[in-house]
């Protein structure tokens, strides 16, 4: 008989809690973000043991003291892991939650506006307290875009409070889900989700401005709302000036700039039908849809031709995407963070002196401070100088949390050149 002693069984060490199931440890700079306002948890900060959850399921996140942090749902395609919906622990997300997030989403605009406009951002995800999702108001239609799986529980909750609140004449859904590597899946038209359908082209007013929209397309319904300061900012500056518009897409900035005295107007763009919607979006507003002079092509191509020809203009106006593929630009691929610098260079260079620079970025991965260091050696590679004399930001309606700094991802400014 075996008489050798038994090993001493071993106790859970104190400062090391049992994580439960559905339940996430955060590391201690994570845990204070949190803890701080940011609403996301991305993948690596889980650690390298895979959570094994359908998405969409309540995560409890602790810190390294087994204090509860806050809750979220799980996405399990996204670098975005966790999305944080409560820092309470008596906080539920269920369908009561959304209502009433809804609810005080909507009297905060009210409050703001009186009257709720044509065109209102209604939720704006993490500044709403409703991660991964937007809320658009075109009239009375309502676009809704979801950035996650992991919202997907919510929806017949959000669709119930929308529709008691708003009582809009129909509700589309867009899924804007993006995989681990970044990618968005091919688009498809916007689902009508409740209600009737929309017209193909809808009117909306942005101040005594008429623009026309789509609200089934499956990307932009052609109206960038987070733009509105930028466009009444043009309408302020162009009287007098000759406008070039970059990347002019439905030609909403250059409707602000005709509206506001611009002597002429050149709108440039690689997509026909965009410079189409432009001419329509022009006749709405009650103007000549062929005042503006709308070329097909690629910017840098095109401000290249115009400094071979010494075309110069008193405004340039640039609002480039965020990326754009080698196909779609005929030549090398597009990234802000790389070549934004590039690009103001480039504008200098048809920019009459003293004339003015508007530019524009709508990219998070590019902070406040990158995208000024970007105008700077823009203006160093055109061998002048750039001064700041406007800034916008984003409208009341797009409201933001503290500690969330990827929430107000919208630089626009606008730059006298020496």
Excluded at 176 to 203: H, N, Y
Aim: aromatic fraction near 6%.
């Amino acid at each position: 008989m075996d008489k050798s002693p038994r090993p001493p069984r071993r106790r859970p060490l104190r400062d090391a809690p049992i994580v439960r199931r559905n339940t996430v440890r955060l590391p201690v700079d994570v845990a204070r973000h949190i803890r701080a306002g940011h609403p996301w948890v991305f993948r690596e900060a889980l650690g390298p043991r895979p959570l094994v959850v359908e998405p969409g399921t309540v995560i409890d996140l602790i810190d390294v003291d087994g204090e509860l942090v806050g809750k979220g749902l799980y996405d399990a395609d996204s670098v975005i892991a966790v999305r944080v919906f409560t820092r309470r622990a008596q906080g539920v997300i269920d369908a009561a939650m959304v209502a009433e997030r809804v609810r005080t989403a909507v009297a905060l605009r009210r409050r703001i506006f009186g009257e709720l406009m044509e065109t209102t951002r209604l939720i704006n995800a993490e500044g709403d307290g409703l991660s991964g999702i937007v809320v658009d108001k075109y009239q009375d239609y309502l676009v809704v875009q979801l950035y996650s799986s992991a919202v997907m529980p919510l929806r017949d909750g959000l669709y119930h409070a929308l529709m008691d609140q708003l009582a809009p004449k129909g509700i589309y859904e867009q899924r804007r889900f993006r995989s681990l590597a970044g990618e968005a899946p091919r688009q498809a038209a916007a689902e009508l989700v409740r209600g009737v359908p929309a017209p193909v082209e809808l009117e909306v007013a942005e101040d005594d401005l008429k623009f026309i929209v789509d609200v089934t397309a499956p990307l932009s319904t052609g109206l960038f709302m987070d733009l509105r300061e930028g466009r009444r900012a043009v309408r302020q500056w162009a009287r007098g000036r000759s406008v070039l518009n970059l990347f002019s897409y439905t030609g909403a900035i250059s409707v602000a700039a005709h509206a506001g005295g611009a002597t002429s107007i050149c709108a440039v763009d690689v997509a026909a039908k965009a410079h189409a919607r432009a001419r329509r979006n022009f006749a709405a507003s009650g103007f000549d849809p062929e005042k503006p002079e709308l070329i097909v092509g690629d910017a840098l191509k095109v401000l290249a031709r115009f400094v071979e020809r010494k075309r110069t203009f008193d405004m340039v106006v640039i609002d480039p995407p965020a990326f754009a593929s080698a196909a779609a630009r005929g030549g090398k691929p597009w990234s802000a963070t790389r070549d934004y610098s590039e690009l103001v260079g480039a504008c200098i260079e048809v920019l009459a002196p003293q004339g003015l620079l508007v530019a524009a970025s709508s990219t998070h991965k590019l902070n406040a401070l990158e995208y000024e260091q970007a105008l700077a050696e823009g203006a160093l590679l055109a061998q002048t100088q750039l001064r700041i004399i406007d800034r916008r930001g984003l409208p009341a309606d797009f409201p933001t949390v503290p500690g969330f700094p990827e929430g107000n991802y919208l630089k626009f400014v606008i730059a006298a050149r020496s």
